[in-house]
């Protein structure tokens, strides 16, 4: 019997290929990304994961099961974990320290996607919550499950695959994958159509992401008032 996550994944595997022949995960690969590029994402990433946490919160909120309000709840702090010692890490590489980088502004990208996946955890059902943050787990667990062999000749880079291919980041994709599997199988037909365009939609924002620290984003210019 098919897994509700392989229907899911049929769905979104086109734009998973699509992350995955960008130009800014060859760069990790072959440590030919720039690291300006490279600096914009993490400071970018650094905003967003303040507001998915917030989002996972949430979604812990409204879980029905002790133990899904624990994991989701884990989750957000772990999200605010990474964000302190990962990123915190690849800030010192580059001469900023994190009140630095906080005076960065929110990109049009990040914004975006954090507006969407706050605006569903809040106002969508609670499976649907579930379904916009799952392509931010996935999506980085299946590239750096990808990526791990072939690690990166910059250290910056192979740390950054190296925690996302990793067995810790991978057991945790792994639960929130069951947890998507005993939600599909009670779903009506209308609401499993609700969950997969959510995650098919926050699957095309992890792309835009990459996109957007690829093409150092920023915001068009002010127009004076």
Do not use: K
Not at 29 to 44: K, T
Not at 164 to 178: K, N, S
């Amino acid at each position: 019997m098919e897994r509700y996550r392989d229907e899911l994944w049929g769905r979104i595997e086109p734009s998973y290929q699509a992350i995955l022949e960008h130009p800014f995960v060859g760069g990790l690969v072959d440590g030919s990304l720039p690291e300006a590029v490279f600096q914009h994402y993490v400071v970018q990433d650094a905003h967003y994961l303040r507001d998915y946490a917030r989002a996972l919160a949430v979604t812990g909120a409204r879980a029905a099961e002790d133990e899904q309000i624990v994991q989701f709840c884990q989750d957000a702090a772990g999200a605010i974990i990474v964000e302190r010692s990962l990123h915190d890490g690849f800030l010192v590489g580059f001469g900023l320290t994190s009140v630095q980088a906080r005076g960065i502004p929110v990109m049009p990208t990040t914004l975006a996607y954090t507006s969407y996946l706050l605006r569903v955890v809040h106002q969508g059902s609670y499976a649907e919550a579930v379904a916009a943050v799952l392509p931010c787990y996935w999506i980085y667990a299946r590239v750096g499950e990808t990526l791990l062999d072939r690690g990166s000749p910059n250290p910056l880079y192979r740390r950054w695959i190296d925690t996302y291919g990793g067995e810790a980041f991978q057991a945790t994709v792994a639960a929130v994958l069951d947890v998507v599997d005993q939600l599909g199988s009670a779903l009506s037909g209308a609401e499993r159509d609700r969950f997969a365009a959510h995650v098919v939609q926050t699957t095309r924002y992890e792309w835009m992401f990459f996109d957007a620290a690829w093409r150092l984003e920023n915001w068009p210019a002010e127009v004076s008032s």
